[in-house]
Nanobody
Framework: QVQLVESGGGLVQTGGSLRLSCAAS????????MGWYRQAPGKQRELVAV???????DYADSVKGRFTLSESNVKNAMYLQMNSLKPEDTAVYYC?????????WGQGTQVTVSS
């Protein structure tokens, strides 16, 4: 069983920064993609950033130049550095992992940006 544990959410003012972390545990076969999605109240879940193994990292247009996805020194873990945050970034952020054994989601971490 694969588990994803997120941390780093919270309340920040407009223009501030947060760093989200996601650590995967369990029996993980080859990771094909790992990234972050978010869901704001009343809206559908949307892609924020995703690393596709051996290919590239993709970002939503709304976060390009402000958010950076990177690997952690810890195996099967990653960070999402979020800078210049805006109120429209307020959402629950979910870590996502796609491996040869399936697709997995974290429990979500709340990010709130006050104006």
């Amino acid at each position: 069983q694969v588990q994803l544990v997120e941390s780093g959410g919270g309340l920040v003012q407009t223009g501030g920064s947060l760093r989200l972390s996601c650590a995967a545990s369990g029996i993980i076969f080859r990771i094909n993609a790992m990234g972050w999605y978010r869901q704001a109240p009343g809206k559908q879940r949307e892609l924020v950033a995703v690393y596709t193994r051996g290919v590239r990292t993709d970002y939503a247009d709304s976060v390009k130049g402000r958010f950076t996805l990177s690997e952690s020194n810890v195996k099967n873990a990653m960070y999402l550095q979020m800078n210049s945050l805006k109120p429209e970034d307020t959402a629950v952020y979910y870590c996502n992992l796609v491996s040869d054994s399936g697709e997995y989601w974290g429990q979500g971490t709340q990010v709130t940006v006050s104006s």
